[in-house]
C-alpha cells in the first residue's frame, strides 16, 4: 500500500500533540499538572491517531499512486469532525 507507512507515522505523531496539547490545557483549566496522566493520554492519542490515518488505506487500498477516493476526501474528514464536535457540544 503506498504511503501506508507514512500514514501510519504522521497520524501517530500528529494524534499524540493534539492530545497532549488538549490534555495539557485541560489540567492548566484545573489548575494541576499531572505527567503521567498527559502521557498516557498522548500514548492513546498516538495509537488512535495511527489508526485513523491508516483506516482510509485499508478500506480504499490505493490503484495507482495519485488514487484518492471518497475515503481520503476532505468531505469525509470534515464530516468526521463536524460530528466530533457536535457530539462534544452536546455533551
Known sequence: MP?????LKLGAVVGLGI???ITGLQQKEQGFFD???LLHEGLKGAVLGAIGA????ILEP???PHHRGIFHS?????SLLMQDLKLRIQN
Open 62 to 64: 490505493a490503484s495507482q
Open 19 to 21: 492530545k497532549i496539547f
Open 35 to 37: 505527567l503521567r496522566k
Open 3 to 7: 504511503n501506508f507507512k507514512e500514514h
Open 74 to 78: 476532505f468531505f469525509v474528514c470534515q
Open 54 to 57: 491508516i483506516i482510509p488505506d
